[in-house]
């Protein structure tokens, strides 16, 4: 057993030592049990025929296609695909390396392989493994037998309905043949059949083919850089967008049996995906990715409590009233339990534990007025107007803020006793520096009556005479003073809806930095879109039934 879990680390290593820098057209070889050979795996062949991963009908190739790559699955989305598909909620998965937030996770151009990575895997996989056979529930719901009955049938049929959802596609009668033989056999020398299965799992688990993504599919016969994807990868590409975890049997079902081909075709397990409790939890991750919220200062009980105000807008939008997409930014009512609304000055809820009240006369409105967007920004004890503005700026608003130049002298020494703003003035006194702070810091001085807890304050941090006017201004659009009119202010820009589908394109396609053809991917999707209001649901079945998504097209990576 020690030389199968040997085996799998070397051929992660190898897998990623090949492909490293190279964004790649074709799934690699599968990982076998040692001493075993790799064969041709289903759902990548060319025979129109074929029910696993063809298509009777092919779609032209799209003259705009996007590039692509090899994508290890972050560390979110090994913890979250481990546990739906063993029911085992990892604790050492902070032992795989963390992926940088720009402003998302999963960008593969970013993505790094090291020994580490394959040190914390084997250690994740022999976790699970032993959570699997030391469970009778579990093992129940993954093995087609009890642990005392295991023989070669139930090794192949393990093998084939398990590895099918871990690799996220169809297992061959080879394979299945030469994995249950060798299961038989590691079985009979250790004298017990539990032992087998838990080093098949460790294997699984290791797998190239489960750590990474890989856009498999057809060369196209016009342009060699572009695949035309196979049913399999289409699912992949589906299931960790909407999801952000492996396909289910129901659409590894649909790709074996060719209803993936068509935009139609996707958009309809789309929508059945979109019912699933699973899609709420990966909106409410975007969500928390692009407004800076996934990792806040403020934690414990009134942490939970924000996350949860947050969490519930976003569900009530988005999900249960199918609303559109930017009333979260002009909603008169939050959902807050008795700590939140005491901390925030508003109503009391019905329900101490949780309910929807009115803002009131507050002057908050919306998603903007929460304590978790207004912890951005929490620096050297109290808020920082320029870390703000440049999170509305950069983030929310898509504007484009040059970097500092090199070599730029502080700015004059401040005035003793001046008030925050007078001390932020001093940048403008800088040619180098004004115009960027003209923009930062006059966004950012709109929020400083709040908090970086969500707290409306008058005045500077025990400065009582410098009061805080909270006015502020978005360049071309207009002023506002505080988050609810900045909320209001921008719903109604085209600047916040362009935002939002270049952060939800960057998103699905696991790349911050974008090029021509990405730019023109998301004006079609606005167009389709129109002006004004849409459904944020929209813009994903817009994005997923879109031509380009069945396609990709590799080049080697900058």
Same mark, same amino acid.
């Given at each position: 057993?020690?030389?199968?879990?040997?085996?799998?680390?070397?051929?992660?290593?190898?897998?990623?030592?090949?492909?490293?820098?190279?964004?790649?057209?074709?799934?690699?070889?599968?990982?076998?049990?040692?001493?075993?050979?790799?064969?041709?795996?289903?759902?990548?062949?060319?025979?129109?025929?074929?029910?696993?991963?063809?298509?009777?009908?092919?779609?032209?190739?799209?003259?705009?296609?996007?590039?692509?790559?090899?994508?290890?699955?972050?560390?979110?989305?090994?913890?979250?695909?481990?546990?739906?598909?063993?029911?085992?909620?990892?604790?050492?998965?902070?032992?795989?390396?963390?992926?940088?937030?720009?402003?998302?996770?999963?960008?593969?151009?970013?993505?790094?392989?090291?020994?580490?990575?394959?040190?914390?895997?084997?250690?994740?996989?022999?976790?699970?493994?032993?959570?699997?056979?030391?469970?009778?529930?579990?093992?129940?719901?993954?093995?087609?037998?009890?642990?005392?009955?295991?023989?070669?049938?139930?090794?192949?049929?393990?093998?084939?309905?398990?590895?099918?959802?871990?690799?996220? @596609?169809?297992? =061959?009668? !080879?394979?299945?043949?030469?994995? /249950?033989?060798? #299961? %038989? +056999?590691?079985?009979? $020398?250790?004298?017990?059949?539990?032992?087998?299965?838990?080093?098949?799992?460790?294997?699984?688990?290791?797998?190239?083919?489960?750590?990474?993504?890989?856009?498999?599919?057809?060369?196209?016969?016009?342009?060699?850089?572009?695949?035309?994807?196979?049913?399999?990868?289409?699912?992949?590409?589906?299931?960790?967008?909407?999801?952000?975890?492996?396909?289910?049997?129901?659409?590894?079902?649909?790709?074996?049996?060719? @209803?993936?081909? =068509?935009? !139609?075709?996707?958009?309809?397990? /789309?929508?059945? #995906? %979109? +019912?699933?409790?699973? $899609?709420?939890?990966?909106?409410?991750?975007?969500?928390?990715?692009?407004?800076?919220?996934?990792?806040?200062?403020?934690?414990?009980?009134?942490?939970?409590?924000?996350?949860?105000?947050?969490?519930?807008?976003?569900?009530?939008?988005?999900?249960?009233?199918?609303?559109?997409?930017?009333?979260?930014?002009?909603?008169?009512?939050?959902?807050?339990?008795?700590?939140?609304?005491?901390?925030?000055?508003?109503?009391?809820?019905?329900?101490?534990?949780?309910?929807?009240?009115?803002?009131?006369?507050?002057?908050? +409105?919306?998603?903007?007025?929460?304590?978790?967007?207004?912890?951005?920004?929490?620096?050297?004890?109290?808020?920082?107007?320029?870390?703000?503005?440049?999170?509305?700026?950069?983030?929310?608003?898509?504007?484009?803020?040059?970097?500092?130049?090199?070599?730029?002298?502080?700015?004059?020494?401040?005035?003793?006793?001046?008030?925050?703003?007078?001390?932020?003035?001093?940048?403008?006194?800088?040619?180098?520096?004004?115009?960027?702070?003209?923009?930062?810091?006059?966004?950012?001085?709109?929020?400083?009556?709040?908090?970086?807890?969500?707290?409306?304050?008058?005045?500077?941090?025990?400065?009582?005479?410098?009061?805080?006017?909270?006015?502020?201004?978005?360049?071309?659009?207009?002023?506002?003073?505080?988050?609810?009119?900045?909320?209001?202010?921008?719903?109604?820009?085209?600047?916040?809806?362009?935002?939002?589908?270049?952060?939800?394109?960057?998103?699905?396609?696991?790349?911050?930095?974008?090029?021509?053809?990405?730019?023109?991917?998301?004006?079609?999707?606005?167009?389709?879109?129109?002006?004004?209001?849409?459904?944020?649901?929209?813009?994903?079945?817009?994005?997923?039934?879109?031509?380009?998504?069945?396609?990709?097209?590799?080049?080697?990576?900058?």
């Amino acid at each position: 057993m020690t030389d199968a879990r040997s085996f799998a680390a070397a051929g992660l290593l190898l897998f990623a030592g090949c492909y490293s820098g190279v964004e790649v057209d074709a799934a690699a070889d599968s990982t076998l049990p040692p001493g075993q050979s790799g064969g041709d795996s289903e759902g990548s062949g060319d025979d129109d025929s074929d029910p696993s991963g063809g298509q009777a009908d092919e779609p032209e190739v799209p003259q705009l296609v996007a590039r692509s790559g090899m994508r290890r699955l972050t560390r979110i989305e090994f913890v979250d695909t481990v546990a739906d598909l063993t029911g085992v909620a990892l604790d050492g998965a902070t032992s795989l390396p963390s992926d940088d937030l720009l402003p998302f996770d999963n960008d593969y151009t970013v993505q790094a392989e090291s020994a580490s990575l394959i040190v914390a895997v084997e250690s994740l996989a022999t976790e699970v493994a032993d959570a699997v056979v030391g469970d009778p529930a579990r093992w129940a719901a993954i093995v087609p037998c009890a642990a005392d009955a295991v023989d070669e049938a139930c090794f192949d049929s393990f093998v084939r309905t398990f590895g099918r959802r871990a690799l996220r @596609r169809p297992i =061959t009668d !080879d394979e299945a043949t030469r994995w /249950a033989d060798w #299961m %038989l +056999a590691e079985a009979e $020398a250790a004298g017990d059949p539990s032992l087998a299965v838990a080093t098949a799992l460790r294997l699984f688990i290791q797998h190239p083919e489960f750590l990474y993504r890989i856009d498999s599919g057809e060369q196209t016969a016009d342009d060699a850089d572009v695949v035309r994807l196979d049913d399999w990868a289409v699912a992949s590409r589906l299931s960790f967008l909407l999801w952000g975890v492996g396909p289910d049997d129901a659409l590894l079902d649909a790709a074996e049996q060719g @209803r993936l081909g =068509t935009p !139609d075709d996707v958009e309809v397990e /789309a929508l059945r #995906m %979109l +019912a699933d409790d699973r $899609a709420k939890e990966r909106v409410q991750r975007f969500h928390a990715m692009w407004m800076g919220y996934e990792v806040m200062a403020i934690g414990g009980d009134l942490g939970e409590s924000m996350r949860a105000e947050t969490g519930a807008l976003i569900n009530r939008i988005v999900f249960d009233e199918e609303r559109p997409w930017q009333e979260l930014f002009r909603s008169t009512e939050t959902f807050v339990d008795d700590a939140l609304a005491e901390h925030y000055g508003i109503e009391a809820p019905t329900n101490p534990a949780g309910d929807w009240v009115d803002y009131g006369e507050s002057g908050r +409105a919306g998603v903007l007025s929460h304590g978790t967007f207004l912890s951005n920004g929490f620096k050297d004890g109290d808020t920082s107007p320029i870390v703000r503005g440049q999170v509305i700026s950069t983030m929310l608003l898509c504007l484009e803020v040059p970097e500092p130049p090199p070599n730029v002298p502080p700015p004059p020494p401040h005035e003793e006793g001046a008030c925050k703003i007078d001390e932020a003035a001093a940048h403008l006194t800088q040619a180098s520096c004004a115009g960027c702070h003209a923009m930062l810091d006059t966004l950012g001085f709109g929020l400083e009556n709040y908090d970086e807890f969500g707290q409306w304050r008058a005045h500077d941090v025990g400065r009582p005479e410098c009061e805080i006017a909270g006015d502020g201004e978005v360049p071309g659009v207009g002023p506002f003073n505080g988050p609810g009119e900045l909320g209001l202010l921008i719903a109604d820009s085209e600047l916040l809806n362009a935002c939002l589908a270049k952060q939800a394109y960057r998103f699905a396609v696991g790349r911050t930095e974008l090029d021509e053809v990405d730019a023109a991917l998301i004006d079609r999707t606005r167009e389709a879109l129109g002006e004004g209001d849409f459904e944020f649901k929209q813009l994903l079945l817009q994005h997923v039934t879109d031509p380009a998504f069945g396609f990709a097209r590799h080049t080697e990576i900058d």
